[in-house]
């Protein structure tokens, strides 16, 4: 009988460099955001054919915000034009969109294509793609304690009641995070998932990944041995 090779049901994925691959080229970095896009899509079409479950990508973090006022920009009509213009790519792979993050915090143009997005997918269940726009993992803990808070101001806070509490409780913790261009830090992306995730750092720009390194990181993942804090 053929033995299922081990993937990570939950994949996270901090996609940094597309301002280095569009300098590179002599480019302007709106350019590396597009082909940014087109990278992610090569990304998740590999992790459906790999058996993964959940794919959270960091699109556009609270920290964000301090970048150019036209790069900001840019980054959120390309939200409001590309996120539901998508929506034949997501039908024909089966990929549910999940929204991770502020939404209070977007204009109100991409909290609209967000929640069409997310309305017009959720039927799809071959995969899910959760993107994580104006996102902290600070931010998530603290607004998971502001709910509990809200339910009873006598709430008593527990691992478990903030667990229940984060964006989106009904999706497993993050089995591995990993990121492009060779930065080593987590950026803010997962904190509360992250407490028993396993890392992968590699060194390619994220405009030029493909379905070749998620087989890599797959790979990567089933020669991990994960203890929990106990012993093999």
Request: proline share 4%.
């Amino acid at each position: 009988m053929e033995v299922k090779p081990v993937v990570p049901t939950h994949l996270g994925i901090i996609m940094d460099g597309n301002g280095r691959w569009a300098q590179k080229r002599a480019l302007p970095r709106t350019a590396g955001h597009l082909e940014g896009l087109k990278a992610l899509k090569k990304v998740i079409k590999e992790a459906s054919v790999q058996g993964i479950g959940f794919v959270t990508f960091y699109v556009f973090s609270t920290e964000n915000w301090k970048r150019s006022e036209q790069e900001v920009s840019y980054l959120m009509s390309l939200l409001v034009s590309k996120l539901h213009g998508e929506l034949s790519f997501y039908n024909q792979y089966g990929i549910r969109i999940l929204f991770r993050g502020d939404l209070e915090g977007l204009p109100k143009d991409v909290q609209k294509v967000i929640n069409d997005t997310v309305t017009s997918t959720q039927n799809n269940s071959k995969i899910s793609c959760i993107l994580a726009i104006n996102y902290g993992g600070r931010n998530e803990i603290c607004r998971a304690v502001h709910r509990c808070l809200d339910e009873d101001p006598a709430y008593n806070i527990t691992e478990e009641a903030i667990a229940s509490h984060l964006d989106l409780p009904q999706v497993p913790p993050v089995d591995m995070i990993v990121r492009s261009a060779n930065e080593k830090r987590l950026s803010n992306f997962l904190l509360w998932d992250s407490a028993y995730a396993e890392f992968g750092f590699y060194e390619k720009l994220w405009p030029d990944w493909n379905g070749e390194d998620v087989k890599q990181i797959c790979f990567d993942f089933s020669q991990r041995v994960r203890k929990y804090g106990g012993v093999q």
